[in-house]
């Protein structure tokens, strides 16, 4: 399978890769980076997490399917501690980012978009671990549809909507076409 926006580093003999994650809260978007430092791209600015910040593998295939993803964040300070503890995490957007940097110049793209789903803690006296997993967007094929097209539904999301009004009085209706 051939990606499309592939950074060029990727194929230069001094590659200097990375990957960086986007996780939005309710509260703010905590930006992290496998590095040591800040790193600007994409008009963001994103906080070193070192050899602390691990993403599991991100796997495709030729079938349409959901496949997660696990973040895990190792010896955290207490800052991001509280996002796993107090932020209504479930369902909101996370995104992985694959780069290079060479010469100044970081070059991404955006390798994982999803929801996140289940955070474990794990405390280690003065700091803790997190595992983050995550869902991908196609996991929401699966999910099933409970919406119906009844009047009292759409008057659910739409209180003043007499749209769906007449479709009981539809089904034993007896048109004449033509004529």
């Known amino acids: 399978m051939t990606r ?13 890769a990375f990957m960086a994650i986007d996780l939005f809260f309710d509260s703010g978007t905590v930006r992290l ?4 430092g800040d790193l600007t791209f994409n008009s963001n600015t994103y906080t070193g997490g070192g ?7 991100i796997t495709e295939d030729s079938e349409i399917s959901a496949k997660g993803v ?11 501690l509280s996002y796993a503890l107090n932020e209504d995490y479930q369902n909101r957007i996370i995104d992985i980012y694959v780069g290079t940097i060479d010469n100044g110049t970081v070059s991404s793209y955006k390798a994982f978009s999803g929801r996140m789903d289940v955070m474990t803690i794990t405390e280690n ?14 996991i929401d094929l699966e ?20 749209g769906f009004e007449f479709v009981n009085s539809l089904q034993e209706a007896v048109l004449e076409w033509g004529g």
């Open 143 to 162: 999910r099933p549809r409970v919406r119906r097209n009844t009047t009292e539904d759409q008057k659910s999301l739409y209180p003043g909507d007499k």
């Open 51 to 57: 050899n602390f910040l691990a993403v599991s593998s």
């Open 125 to 138: 006296g003065d700091t803790s671990d997190v595992s983050l997993t995550a869902e991908s967007r196609l």
């Open 70 to 80: 696990t973040v895990t964040l190792s010896s955290i300070n207490s800052t991001i």
């Open 33 to 36: 980076w496998n590095g040591y």
């Open 4 to 16: 499309t926006n592939v950074p060029s580093g990727f194929s230069d003999d001094s590659l200097v």
